[in-house]
């Protein structure tokens, strides 16, 4: 876990309580650097949020906390503006300069969950987007919805809106459908009632929403450099958290040209898959066959941990003999393991790095993965079966 650095003082709201209003369950975080130009628009977008039937939700049900850290323009400024032209609306500017030598957007994600539990009841919920970024008119009601039917953490599904450059498209159309058709393999080698089809493959900043207790629970946000969001989400994973991926949940971001964040982002991927097109190349990415392969492992790792044996599992046997392990090895890592999310992910991270693992072009895998998912989906399905699902246990409780 990467904790804040030492010497940085937590926030506080300027000239309001230290606690949300009665009614307010939901605090919504927003880190904003240099943002005047757009924060109007992510800022209307959050208020005015409405029901399916056209009943705009009480501005009362949540806050929104803009933190304009380390700007050289009027981001809060025009932040404020909104805000007092808008009194319904719970509206909080913080100003803050962060040290450049340890400034970063995970930093500024991390002091704002902290101020979020601070003013949060212990069944309030903390949100996260970016200034950036504009949520759908109905992003609130569909949050709400999941998380009332039981979830502990959310993620909304981010579209992407080309205006501010060219060349990346095609290889971004091709991730989305190479993601959504894994996503919709996975879930049929391993269902989830939690998270059942039809869902997304997306948790990042746009659009998280996550219960204080399950925030809490899993250490928080990593003060991390980049991709903080998604080591929340592995977080949460390592103590068997579900995050659940509605579809409904919508969440629309920019695709301009960013150099605000060090190391891996959204704007740097946009950046590497233009340089790619223009070079003629292709990312190569994991085929059908290693797909099936890794949700059958998944599978038979939850099932070894629950039973804390290897036993006669045919898949775990495969899977020993292609990183090389040897079957002793593999079983002391299930007994071993803490939660079954931590054995997956472990060994998970360990395919991702192997660059074997990764066998096809996006067209290869796209027509494979369409192809077979299409023929899963036709294939008639047993009437009973007692083999238990694959993710079919009961909620983590927090």
């Known amino acids: 876990m990467f904790d804040l650095p030492p010497g940085l003082p937590p926030l506080s709201v300027p000239n309001g309580s230290r606690h949300v209003g009665p009614d307010c369950s939901y605090c919504i975080t927003i880190p904003a650097k240099d943002e005047a130009g757009g924060i109007v628009a992510t800022l209307r977008a959050l208020h005015l949020q409405y029901d399916p039937a056209g009943r705009r939700i009480p501005p009362t049900h949540y806050e929104v906390i803009v933190l304009a850290n380390n700007c050289s ?91 501010a450059r060219e060349g990346y498209r095609k290889i971004y159309l091709q991730d989305v459908t190479y993601r959504m058709l894994q996503t919709r393999l996975e879930s049929s080698i391993d269902p989830c009632t939690q998270d059942p089809w039809p869902r997304h493959f997306q948790h990042f900043g746009p659009s998280i929403a996550v219960r204080k207790a399950a925030y809490l629970a899993c250490g928080g946000m990593p003060a991390a450099r980049c ?129 074997e693992f990764s066998d096809a072009p996006f067209e290869q895998a796209v027509r494979e993965l369409r192809r077979f998912t299409r023929s899963m989906h036709l294939r008639p399905r047993p009437s009973a079966s007692k083999r238990r699902a694959g993710s079919d246990r009961p909620a983590h409780s927090v």
């Open 73 to 163: 323009d009027r981001t809060a400024a025009v932040a404020r503006s909104y805000g007092s032209q808008h009194p319904d609306f719970g509206l909080h500017v913080i100003e803050v300069d962060i040290p450049r030598d340890v400034a970063s957007v995970g930093v500024a994600r991390r002091l704002l969950g902290d101020l979020a539990v601070a003013r949060l009841p212990p069944d309030g919920i903390i949100c996260t987007t970016d200034a950036d970024s504009t949520v759908d008119r109905h992003w609130l009601y569909y949050t709400e919805q999941a998380l009332a039917r039981g979830a502990q953490a959310v993620g909304g599904r981010i579209m992407v809106r080309q205006r």
């Open 227 to 355: 991709i903080e969001d998604i080591q929340l989400v592995w977080a949460m994973e390592r103590i068997d958290i579900q995050v659940v991926h509605d579809p409904r949940i919508k969440v629309y971001t920019s695709d301009r040209e960013s150099d605000r964040i060090d190391g891996i982002a959204f704007s740097h991927t946009l950046d590497e898959w233009v340089k790619m097109e223009n070079e003629g190349r292709k990312p190569v990415v994991w085929g059908l066959r290693h797909c099936i392969m890794l949700y059958k492992w998944k599978v038979a790792l939850r099932r070894a941990f629950y039973e804390r044996r290897i036993g006669h599992s045919p898949a775990l046997f495969e899977l020993a003999n292609y990183l090389g392990m040897s079957f002793q090895e593999l079983e002391k890592r299930i007994v071993g393991a803490q939660t079954a999310g931590q054995l997956y992910q472990e060994f998970r991270h360990i395919l991702e790095r192997t660059h």
